[in-house]
């Protein structure tokens, strides 16, 4: 994958206008947009696209899967899979990423199996992956949390003299919380390689982004800490792309950390048991639809004659096939052990948890729970 | 004390690179209790720094350092300025190990200079043991003691699991002699360090002095007290705490956080639980008063004194 920096000054403010290299009509985009940003390759594109394709039809599986009744909830990143894969996309394996609830999709382009995201969502226990295998954290539910710990775990590589860029999602509410605040201002300070990315998708739920800030835009908040910020079109996966590709080279050889606004938008509800029909009108939904990031990825890629129609229809196999593992693996229901609630809370035993832990063995032999009958180990 | 735990924090940081040490004013200056002085000039500022003054942003970073290897040994600087950080405690900390079953730990421990009798301003005395004592996950300690200090910090830092180490702030000028390192029990075990038949009063950390004056005024009056120093809040060592009851057939816990909803009702209740048909007298707390921290002038009335304890004792029935 190639890119092309021009520069990043500390002082400028980000631009007005989201930088972008490719418009929403699919073409090139050429002058003081780009920000001196440069269009990948388009092999990196069409990766990328992949990725998005394959990512959009996983999405749209869980969903459903949630409406079957199969997940207690899925917090969907419809429309935000340019901001989420551009991003991630620029990591190495050896980078780390903080996750947060929405970014499952992300989970899925750093190699996790569909089993493994949704274990938290379907109930199973609250996180199912191996944090260490795909250096990727658990995703944090309490927002702008997980921010600290990327300052924290790229701090200690850096100490280590190991060249690992941590990389951390944020929400447009989270930016409101104490937590954001420190964390840009504790990895400035110490200069962490960190990047955080800030998808703008224009809801905290309910609350619009005008109720969250008064800043012109949320790129902006990075001047006041001294490191770069820039303003995104988050439905641009070039433009998140190159942009964040920059930043984690520029952590990666000491630069310090940098602030993304990927500006996008949630097409999907907050979670399944929202209602956006109470706050937002169906024609601003209508609006975001028609600047679909696959979508505008997709016109410039056959305008380029890139992607042909037979690897179009390789790339929908692929996700097909994904969407039906990910049916499949969620059909079957996993053997839960509850005596294992007792396992991972102490490394050293604790006296108590071995009586409680005994307490309920004996429940569970003497037939209390009938639905989990012969689950005792 | 406090050089005790300066020692402890030279010694940990000689023998593992890994230990590093953060918080605010705990480089040149030493910390406001001078714990961690001369340790920068010793270990260097990419071992020991001043971080930025935000108490969530310390123990977030120290999250982030743990899950990287690191052993993180962070200060809240004062009880009242951990409340800040408290989301990252209770969601982060205590639940890291749990929620990722087990594949990320966490071997960090909080320093958190704790309670009063040292003339503090609002803010600067408060005890905050109860609020880390119930949330799973977290090993809340608190040395009365300079060997005990230098013996559990020492602990602390080597445990793979979070540890809250609470310094109670009237006990860091306590002198005692040391040879260095010092190893006492364990850090998860209780001590009786007073021997006695009659009465076992429960403290930990400031009140165990409490505790042993009340014991000591007792005795001149023919009464026999023993004292068990608690030394771990979570978790709770039953078994010596319960040895001791069963000797004495009457119990009763000090300290200075406010008595309603505070870790006396947990000791009360556990001490109950497990030995109310070897008791003679029900479970009494002597605590604080259930108000905010008062004013320095007037914390001597708030804080609970040996008078008190040896009142609170009148007020069982002998005979019985």
Redesign the interface.
Known sequence: MSLNVEHASVRTLPSEKPLRLLDNAGHAVTGSATGGFGLPDTQTLLELYRKMVVARRFDVQVTALTKQGRLATYPSAYGQEACEIGAVAALTAEDWLFPTYRDSIALLTRGIEPADILQSFRGDWHNGYDQHAHRTAAQATPLATQALHAVGLSHAARLRHDPIVALTFLGDGATSEGDAHEAFNFAAVWQTPTVFVVQNNQFAISVPLERQTRAATLADKAVGYGMPGYHVDGNDIAAMYAVTSAAVERARSGGGPTLIEGVTYRIEAHTNSDDPTRYRAARDVEHWKRRDPIERLEKFLVSEGVLTESMRTEITDAAEALAARTRDVMTIEAELDPLELFDHVYGRERAALLEQRASLEAEIAAGAFASHEGAAR | MAGALNAALRDAMAADDRV?VYGEDVGPLGGVFRVTDGLQAEFGE?RIWD??L?E??I????????????RPVVEMQFDAFSY?AF??MV??VA???????????LPMVVRIPCAGAIGGVEHHSDSSEAYWAST??L?VVMPSNPADAYSMLREAIE???PVVFMEPKSRYWSKAPLALPVTTAPM?RAEVVREGTDVTLIGYGPTVRTALEAAEAAAAEGLSIEVVDLRSLS??D??TVSASVRKTSRAAVIHEAAQFGGYGAEVAARVTERNFHHLAAPVLRIAGFDIPFPSPKLEEYHLPTADRVLAALDTWEWDA
């Open positions: 590093i990419d971080s930025p935000a969530s942003g123990i977030g970073t120290a999250v982030g350092m743990a899950m990287y290897g690191m800040p989301e990252q969601s982060h639940k890291m190990r749990n929620r990722t079953k087990g594949r990320v730990t799973p996950g090993t445990s793979d699991d998860d978790p709770f039953d078994e």
